[in-house]
Nanobody
Framework: VQLQASGGGLAQAGGSLTLSCTSS????????MGWYRQAPGQQRELVAE???????NYAASVKGRFSISRVNARAEIYLQMNSLKPEDTGVYYC????????????WGQGTQVTVSS
């Protein structure tokens, strides 16, 4: 399974960016798909995820600012990021994981998001 992420870039504080991720394999339609990020010197952390049924989960730091959505027919997810803050800077990784088998866990290549103050 390959996950192709796009949409990262540079934004000013208060601005917006949209990330997208497409899975090469339809198995992702069944999986939980989400976004993680990793800032320099820090561990990778969950940003947001969405189940096949549309149930979402957000990190406390992005609630109310970020919105995750998915199109099951195309095994795609999107992350709309509004009111960006400098602390949102990092490499954002797309993830697809099985809700039944923890060994089924796929990662995309990452896309850089930089927010300037």
């Amino acid at each position: 399974v390959q996950l192709q992420a796009s949409g990262g870039g540079l934004a000013q504080a208060g601005g917006s960016l949209t990330l997208s991720c497409t899975s090469s394999n339809d198995i992702s339609r069944l999986n939980i798909m989400g976004w993680y990020r990793q800032a320099p010197g820090q561990q990778r952390e969950l940003v947001a995820e969405v189940t096949r049924g549309g149930t979402t989960n957000y990190a406390a730091s992005v609630k109310g600012r970020f919105s995750i959505s998915r199109v099951n027919a195309r095994a795609e997810i999107y992350l709309q990021m509004n009111s960006l803050k400098p602390e949102d800077t990092g490499v954002y990784y797309c993830n697809s994981r099985s809700p039944f088998n923890s060994r089924v866990n796929y990662w995309g290549q990452g896309t850089q998001v930089t927010v300037s103050s």
